[in-house]
């Protein structure tokens, strides 16, 4: 398998958690967005998006992270990351997707450059508006953890597609300087999964891209 990805790409960081949770091996194929690699030709023929991740297994291209890791987890099913109990299933992607559909889309370079294409001062603006979101979204997601038992992680001892996307997420809380303390849940559980060795290989600063 080949993994195209960006070392500071949440997006790019769920897929190697759940690499690196399943103990696959791949192939770490980086794409400088900054540079705007992902405009490439090259780039844009294998995922017309352009954007990262995107995962080659043989002859089959995956792009779309929630969708590259639930391809991994019907292929290799050990651990599985989406429970199958469809309770249970329902409630992890509700989670999951508070953050991959509402909160982490809109810091993408794409649209933290056109919000900041007129701002005199673009990177307090940048900071501004992935605060606000973050922490609208992150309000919910405590509100979740706080209502259930307290587990290791979020649905559970064992970690499932809901911490997989949480912990990028609050990489980039931190990268953004957010306030977590109204969300001890969230960072109870970060500190937990931080300490998981396919957490500690799939950090953005132990890529060979990071910079």
Known sequence: MQLYGYWRSSSSYRVRIALALK?????????????????????????P?????CLVDGDLTLFQSLSIIDYLD?????????????????????????????????????VLKHVTRESAEPDSARADWSRYWMAKGFAALE??????????????DAPSLADVVLIPQMYNAERF?????????LTRVTEHCRGLAP?????????????
């Open 74 to 110: 019907r292929k290799y099913p050990e651990p599985q990351l989406i429970p199958e109990d469809f309770s249970e299933r329902g409630a992890v992607l509700s989670f999951a997707q508070v953050v991959a559909c509402d909160i982490q889309p809109l810091q993408n370079v794409s």
């Open 177 to 185: 300087a957010l306030d977590l303390a109204p969300y001890p849940n």
């Open 49 to 53: 998006q352009g954007y990262v991740p």
């Open 143 to 156: 509100a979740i953890l706080a209502a259930r038992q307290q587990t290791a992680c979020c649905f559970g």
């Open 199 to 211: 957490f500690i290989a799939a950090h953005p600063d132990q890529q060979p891209d990071a910079q």
């Open 23 to 47: 103990g696959l091996d791949y192939e770490n194929l980086p794409v400088h967005l900054v540079q705007g690699a992902q405009n490439t030709p090259d780039y844009k023929a294998r995922n």
